[in-house]
């Protein structure tokens, strides 16, 4: 993929994850229905970006990130699992996004020494701290889903800001790069 696609579709995804973060915030309890379907999609989606990720890197360098396969695997079948059974899928929440949220972010991880060597120091360092907060709040949710299921909107949303800072740090970085 061309440098200037990832741009552009950093930022697109960026801005659309702060929306749906902000949404989550501000309609914490009529979410869960809508919003559940706009979930199973984007975990299909973003499992799907990360085993085009591992294809990429495996045909540029002879080895993929085999994390980047195996949890966007587990990103597909979340996502189609919600969208299959949309009212299983509100109870399922409190679980999958946790397992998702570190799914992720442990995906996230694994491309640090990539991100370095391409975008330099500043958005490693903050890759690095934002995904490590998404480990700790997924594994907070996972170890309390009485917690989680109260409170799954509000992580959820903050969480989906932080993604969406995420993204639009790189688009912009991208974007001095030239």
Known sequence: MRTDKVKWTELITGILLIFLGVYSLIRPVGMLTGVTVIYGLFAVITGIADIA?????????????????????????????????????RWA????????FIAH????????????????DAYYYF???INILGLVMGFLMLFH???AMI???W????????LGMDSLVLAIVLFGLR
């Open 155 to 162: 992580i959820i949303g903050i969480y989906l800001i932080l």
């Open 151 to 153: 409170s799954v909107s």
């Open 53 to 89: 990720f591992y294809i990429r890197m495996e045909r540029r360098t002879g080895f993929g990130p085999a994390v980047s396969l195996v949890t966007g695997i587990l990103s597909v079948l979340a996502g189609i699992l919600i969208l299959c059974n949309i009212s299983a899928g």
């Open 93 to 100: 929440i409190a679980i999958l996004f946790p397992i998702w």
């Open 105 to 120: 972010c442990l995906s996230r991880l694994s491309h640090l020494s990539l991100i370095r060597l391409t975008v330099g």
């Open 145 to 147: 889903p009485l917690a």
């Open 127 to 129: 890759t690095l701290v």
